[in-house]
């Protein structure tokens, strides 16, 4: 026979506040890593990269073993290992070459700002009724210039994004830790 619980604010708010300490880990996390990102950015770009090989990897596995699935047909089978094969292939490139691995990031980045930025702008120059159609061209222009500054400027500009994204994980990191001390007083 299940217990029953009340599903009152006070008892719901009561449960929360047992387990703050979860979300107080977190912050504390999260802020040694935004700190650890910002003593070593150029090290981050590495272990993202490195990071990156390994996640293509792991799905290159995943793909091939797929490949065998019992209800394919032929040419899925034949798909799943050449996507298997291929995504083995560059992670194995990509932890070989992590320089140039960082390098293609950032190009693949600067090529997504700047179609991203366009088909924004494009959508709010489009839409004369748009609500928010002024932030909409900004952002668009700001996608379109950011994505040509990293085109440029590959290098240097991962550095100040691996500097701003510390800066954020610090800022996020302190208001986890704050938010888990406003949870722990919502304990009875």
């Known amino acids: 026979m299940a217990a029953h619980t009340r599903s009152d604010p006070a008892d719901v708010l009561e449960r929360v506040g047992r387990h703050w300490g979860w979300v107080l880990t977190f912050g504390i996390v999260t802020v040694l890593v935004g700190i650890l990102v910002l003593v070593w950015p150029g090290r981050t770009l590495i272990v993202v990269a490195v990071l990156f090989g390994i996640q293509l990897i792991v799905m290159g596995i995943f793909r091939f073993a797929?490949?065998?699935?019992?209800?394919?047909?032929?040419?899925?089978?034949?798909?799943?290992?050449?996507?298997?094969?291929?995504?083995?292939?560059?992670?194995?490139?990509?932890?070989?070459?992590?320089?140039?691995?960082?390098?293609?990031?950032?190009?693949?980045?600067?090529?997504?700002?700047?179609?991203?930025?366009?088909?924004?702008?494009?959508?709010?120059?489009?839409?004369?009724?748009?609500?928010?159609?002024?932030?909409?061209?900004?952002?668009?222009?700001?996608?379109?210039?950011?994505?040509?500054?990293?085109?440029?400027?590959?290098?240097?500009?991962?550095?100040?994004?691996?500097?701003?994204?510390?800066?954020?994980?610090?800022?996020?990191g302190i208001m986890e830790i704050v938010a888990a001390f406003r949870i722990r007083s919502l304990r009875a």
Do not use: C, K, Q
């Open 66 to 172: 797929s490949a065998f699935g019992h209800d394919l047909t032929a040419g899925t089978r034949t798909l799943f290992a050449l996507l298997g094969a291929l995504s083995l292939i560059i992670g194995l490139y990509a932890l070989r070459h992590v320089y140039i691995t960082v390098l293609a990031l950032a190009l693949l980045l600067g090529i997504f700002w700047i179609v991203s930025g366009a088909v924004e702008l494009f959508t709010a120059l489009s839409n004369r009724g748009m609500e928010g159609r002024g932030w909409g061209i900004a952002s668009g222009i700001l996608g379109i210039l950011a994505g040509i500054v990293v085109l440029v400027y590959p290098a240097p500009s991962l550095v100040v994004l691996a500097l701003v994204l510390g800066i954020w994980l610090l800022v996020f």
